[in-house]
């Protein structure tokens, strides 16, 4: 029998697309034994924004999160998103941060990490891949999609094999514009299983409608895992529906492992979850809806936003399309890099500058630091003149942006002293400085009530 299997995302990548990663914990945990029963591939549940929102938002200490979902959740495989090199933020941190990162996520109870890097650079995915397999988990290697003139099935089954070689244990098409077509899936599917010897995980978004065809042909084409969220925190800038995949692949002989029932349960428990957040404008019915502007300008839809608030905040949406002409341009200049974060955020604010202030007038710190190549890698050559306008005589660096840097962890830990408990709190401060001290404040004040409760307990008691 054909088999396919599915990884929920209800917990990290629906509710970040949806409603701006804000769901507590107190919010799923009733649902976390159902999850559990479903029958996942596995659950993800950490990573991305969701360890900022906690600190953030939610004043809740991630690391205590995953501790208590892996405590409920003791059946199912439970995973992350990491951004290589760059951990769970915008920038390069030196290899012991990124170690002991990788380490203690697993410890905590991390099964599968999920490893992408923005520009396809796999020398920022070595070291966290290679620490995963130490620690004894599942290395994703993940290859961000997107589509240029140097980005080819050819392009991706090098960079597969590349990742094979670094011994990941499956390999992610990490589609996060959902701008794949279901003809790119089925090919890309087909060629990484006949190049590779590895699993194949699609993940991709039904912000422009084509999912459930993605997700269809990728199946026809042996695609191993699909990522998809619970129906109704499913659709629009969300995976595509958990259930109606399960209802159409089990139809067509596929073998899913996934319990009808369970899922229907898991699904009643969120419909007041939306409900409350439409209900409170978290969630807003434009992120719901169906969006095809993305495939033809070739751009994420958030990015599309991004340009639509940074234009109108300065009163000249009358140049959006010109701006919208500027953005491949760009990207042609700086070598095509995937319009992920944090490359789209870079390209799409040169693109509205080249158009207001003149072509390359004004260049951004971060723009000016991918030049030099503290990004890693561009995946074609950046445009000479560039080069020379805004870096002069200086070079850019050859090798490894994280070789350049010094150990962190240990300077960290000392510098916060006993205001970190453990080494958790010295990479949640490492990783959100300003956010995880502020929460490490709160939380000692917590303390402290609920010490003088506990006296005022006894007393009343004795
Ligand atoms: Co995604």
């Given at each position: 029998?054909?088999?396919?299997?599915?990884?929920?995302?209800?917990?990290?990548?629906?509710?970040?697309s949806?409603?701006?990663?804000?769901?507590?914990?107190?919010?799923?945990?009733?649902?976390?034994?159902?999850?559990?029963?479903?029958?996942?591939?596995?659950?993800?549940?950490?990573?991305?924004a969701?360890?900022?929102?906690?600190?953030?938002?939610?004043?809740?200490?991630?690391?205590?999160?995953?501790?208590?979902?892996?405590?409920?959740?003791?059946?199912?495989?439970?995973?992350?998103?990491?951004?290589?090199?760059?951990?769970?933020?915008?920038?390069?941190?030196?290899?012991?941060?990124?170690?002991?990162?990788?380490?203690?996520?697993?410890?905590?109870?991390?099964?599968?990490?999920?490893?992408?890097?923005?520009?396809?650079?796999?020398?920022?995915i070595?070291?966290?891949?290679?620490?995963?397999?130490?620690s004894?988990?599942h290395?994703?290697?993940?290859?961000?999609?997107?589509?240029?003139?140097?980005?080819?099935?050819?392009?991706?089954?090098?960079?597969?094999?590349?990742?094979?070689?670094?011994?990941?244990?499956?390999?992610?098409?990490k589609?996060?514009?959902?701008?794949?077509?279901p003809?790119?899936?089925?090919?890309?599917?087909?060629?990484?299983?006949?190049?590779?010897?590895?699993?194949?995980?699609?993940?991709?978004?039904?912000?422009?409608?084509?999912?459930?065809?993605?997700?269809?042909?990728?199946?026809?084409?042996g695609?191993?895992?699909?990522?998809?969220?619970?129906?109704?925190?499913?659709?629009?800038?969300?995976?595509?529906?958990?259930?109606?995949?399960?209802?159409?692949?089990?139809?067509?002989?596929?073998?899913?492992?996934?319990?009808?029932?369970?899922?229907?349960?898991?699904?009643?428990?969120?419909?007041?979850?939306?409900?409350?957040?439409?209900?409170?404008?978290?969630?807003?019915?434009?992120?719901?809806?169906?969006?095809?502007?993305?495939?033809?300008?070739?751009?994420?839809?958030?990015?599309?936003?991004?340009?639509?608030?940074?234009?109108?905040?300065?009163?000249?949406?009358d140049?959006?399309?010109?701006?919208?002409?500027?953005?491949?341009?760009?990207?042609?200049?700086?070598?095509?890099p995937?319009?992920?974060?944090?490359?789209?955020?870079?390209?799409?604010?040169?693109?509205?500058?080249?158009?207001?202030?003149?072509?390359?007038?004004?260049?951004?710190?971060?723009?000016?630091?991918?030049?030099?190549?503290?990004?890693?890698?561009?995946?074609?050559?950046?445009s000479?003149?560039?080069?020379?306008?805004?870096?002069?005589?200086?070079?850019?660096?050859?090798?490894r942006?994280?070789?350049?840097?010094a150990?962190?962890?240990?300077?960290?830990?000392?510098?916060?002293?006993?205001?970190?408990?453990?080494?958790?709190d010295?990479?949640?401060?490492?990783?959100?400085?300003m956010q995880?001290?502020?929460?490490?404040?709160?939380?000692?004040?917590?303390?402290?009530?609920?010490?003088?409760y506990?006296?005022?307990?006894?007393?009343?008691?004795?």
């Amino acid at each position: 029998m054909k088999k396919i299997k599915f990884t929920e995302t209800v917990l990290r990548d629906a509710q970040q697309s949806l409603i701006a990663t804000r769901m507590s914990f107190d919010d799923f945990e009733p649902v976390l034994a159902e999850l559990d029963k479903a029958g996942y591939y596995s659950l993800e549940c950490w990573g991305g924004a969701t360890f900022d929102s906690c600190l953030r938002y939610l004043n809740e200490d991630p690391w205590e999160r995953l501790r208590k979902i892996r405590k409920a959740c003791p059946n199912t495989k439970l995973q992350m998103l990491l951004r290589g090199q760059n951990l769970l933020g915008y920038k390069h941190y030196p290899d012991d941060v990124v170690r002991k990162f990788v380490a203690k996520s697993v410890e905590n109870g991390i099964d599968i990490i999920r490893i992408f890097d923005a520009l396809n650079d796999v020398r920022n995915i070595e070291v966290a891949v290679d620490q995963t397999i130490k620690s004894g988990a599942h290395a994703s290697g993940t290859i961000c999609f997107t589509l240029s003139p140097v980005h080819n099935i050819e392009s991706y089954i090098k960079l597969a094999k590349d990742m094979e070689n670094m011994g990941v244990h499956s390999i992610c098409i990490k589609d996060m514009a959902g701008i794949m077509s279901p003809k790119e899936a089925y090919d890309l599917v087909k060629a990484l299983k006949e190049n590779t010897k590895l699993p194949i995980i699609l993940h991709t978004h039904s912000t422009t409608g084509l999912a459930a065809m993605t997700l269809q042909k990728a199946a026809e084409a042996g695609v191993d895992v699909i990522d998809t969220a619970i129906s109704c925190m499913s659709g629009g800038t969300s995976q595509f529906a958990t259930e109606t995949m399960n209802y159409v692949l089990t139809q067509q002989g596929y073998e899913t492992g996934l319990d009808t029932d369970v899922l229907k349960n898991i699904n009643d428990f969120f419909k007041p979850v939306r409900a409350k957040a439409l209900e409170s404008g978290l969630l807003n019915p434009v992120v719901l809806a169906t969006d095809t502007d993305a495939l033809g300008y070739q751009v994420p839809g958030g990015m599309l936003s991004n340009l639509v608030a940074q234009l109108t905040a300065q009163n000249k949406m009358d140049k959006f399309e010109e701006v919208l002409q500027e953005v491949p341009r760009v990207r042609a200049d700086m070598g095509y890099p995937p319009l992920v974060t944090p490359m789209s955020q870079m390209v799409g604010v040169q693109a509205t500058q080249n158009v207001l202030l003149g072509k390359y007038k004004n260049v951004s710190k971060d723009v000016r630091s991918y030049l030099k190549g503290e990004y890693g890698k561009a995946p074609a050559p950046v445009s000479p003149e560039l080069l020379k306008q805004v870096l002069g005589d200086e070079k850019p660096i050859e090798g490894r942006f994280a070789d350049t840097l010094a150990p962190a962890f240990e300077a960290a830990k000392a510098e916060l002293g006993s205001k970190a408990k453990s080494d958790e709190d010295v990479l949640s401060y490492i990783a959100f400085p300003m956010q995880a001290e502020a929460f490490f404040e709160k939380r000692d004040e917590l303390e402290r009530n609920t010490f003088k409760y506990t006296i005022r307990e006894v007393k009343e008691e004795d």
